[in-house]
């Protein structure tokens, strides 16, 4: 079933419902399985007032009509219709048609693609062997039986549904019910504690001058004083009080722990930063260029402030932030890792059989030059086959992998908060730490 939010309520539920799936443990499991999203019919019924639902039915139709008589009632929904040339196309077609007058449904026409042209079929037949975790020679059924899953026009689509017209008119009246997009999506920062009759931005001045006095020993040079309006002012100009007390309050807790931490980067070019101990620059003796930290020609996007803190202590920093404002509400920032030569090689290299001391020397190629351009005289030199049409394969099909999105990681310490529920931004994932 695919899922299209209607609006920004709609990507709200889509997020709740993925990440109950990806939170949710195996019967008698104490916790989820990390990379597994375990959801029913039923999570998703629950939450479908702002989606849009389309129906992809699977190569036996049995059933079918009783899954959609079950949806109908709850969501706005369509059956999708694919037609891929496996020489059944058109009495599927008439099947699919009668299923869906007998639900009360509408059929919507769709290509179910896996690739965006024609000759990237081959790669993708490399994919799912990959993520089978089978040889190209032994996958079988696992491949498509053609290469018609990619994009098509409109033309060609509605020649391929003459018989049912109705399906392609169905596309635009889905698209019509869509007032989502991602722009919709903006960031609110969570708000930092104040004391009574105070705002954000009066109480970072406070706690900025109120330092800055301990420091210099409450004779805070010109110079310095100079910098700290400034700096202060852009911060007002920009809305990025609640930031620097985030910043500021997870670093006093860090040294009210004994733990060590340190602030690097751009940041210490910021006699803030300075001032609330997030730093060790002292604005006073170095020539400090702010700028280089913060300007307008980044709009209103949050500076960078990095903090290391102890390696061996940072799993408390983590845990105070989880305490401070709710798992509900922070996350651990994720990062997409991509395939790079050696990686890209050694799955290639299993895929079409090749012994792993071949596939050794070939990520040595690889990584030199990605791919591009090798001689037959490197062939020669790694001990192999210059002219083995195979080898060339395996290289081609690494050189086209690298770049593709491999796995979800972690980031070393990247939050994200949020003043509402994080799952109605982003869907949350399992990691390691639970």
């Known amino acids: 079933i695919i899922a299209y939010p209607a609006n ?29 999203c375990l959801l029913t019919l039923d ?48 009495r599927r ?6 299923i869906a007058a007998q639900a009360g449904l509408s059929l919507i026409a769709t290509n179910d693609v896996l690739y965006h042209e024609p000759e990237q079929r081959d790669l993708q037949d490399m994919m799912t062997c990959i993520r089978e975790g089978v040889k190209i020679t032994e996958a079988g059924r696992l491949l498509e039986s053609n290469s018609e899953r990619h994009l098509k026009d409109r033309q060609e689509m509605a020649r391929l549904f003459r018989q049912a017209p109705d399906a392609i008119e169905q596309t ?16 609110q920062y969570p708000p930092e504690p104040v004391p009574p009759g105070w705002n954000d931005q009066e109480y970072l001045e406070n706690r900025v001058w109120f330092y800055a006095g301990v420091k210099y020993n409450w004779r805070i040079p010109k110079k310095v004083k100079r910098l700290l309006r400034k700096e202060l002012k852009f911060i007002c100009k920009r809305d ?17 722990l004994g733990i060590l931490c340190q602030g690097r980067g751009s940041a210490a070019n910021s006699a803030v930063c300075f001032a609330l101990g997030i730093t060790s620059v002292n604005p006073a003796t170095f020539d400090v260029l702010f700028e280089r930290f913060l300007s307008v020609d980044r709009g209103h996007e949050p500076p960078d402030i990095d903090v290391d803190f102890e390696h061996e202590r940072r799993e408390e920093i983590i845990q105070h932030i989880y305490k401070r404002y709710g798992r509900d509400r ?10 790079r030569p050696r990686s890209a090689m050694r799955e290639i290299g299993k895929v079409m059989g090749l012994t792993d001391d071949v596939t050794a020397r070939l990520s040595g190629l690889v990584w030199g030059s990605w791919g591009e351009g090798l001689k037959e005289k490197q062939l020669e030199q790694a001990g192999l086959d210059p002219h083995n049409p195979v080898l060339h394969g395996a290289l081609d099909f690494a050189r086209r992998l690298v770049g593709y999105p491999r796995h979800l990681s972690q980031h070393v310490g990247g939050f994200v908060l949020t003043s509402g529920r994080l799952d109605e931004l982003v869907l949350r994932k399992l990691c390691h730490r639970g």
């Open 330 to 339: 922070a996350g651990i920032a994720a990062t997409v890792i991509h395939y």
């Open 240 to 256: 990025m009080a609640q930031y620097f007390l985030t910043i500021f309050d997870t670093v006093r807790v860090a040294e009210n």
């Open 172 to 187: 635009q009246v889905l698209l019509d019910l869509v007032e989502f997009d991602l722009g919709q999506l903006q960031y």
């Open 43 to 90: 999570d998703l019924l629950a939450r479908t007032a702002n989606l849009l639902l389309v129906v992809m039915p699977g190569e036996a139709l049995d059933g079918l009509g009783d899954l959609l008589a079950k949806i109908k009632p709850k969501a706005t929904a369509w059956l999708g219709a694919a037609m891929h040339r496996r020489g059944d196309d058109i």
């Open 93 to 98: 077609l008439a099947k699919l048609k009668r």
């Open 8 to 36: 920004r309520d709609g990507w709200g539920d889509l997020c709740r419902i993925l990440t109950k799936g990806n939170l949710r443990p195996h019967e008698g499991a104490a916790r989820a399985t990390k990379g597994e």
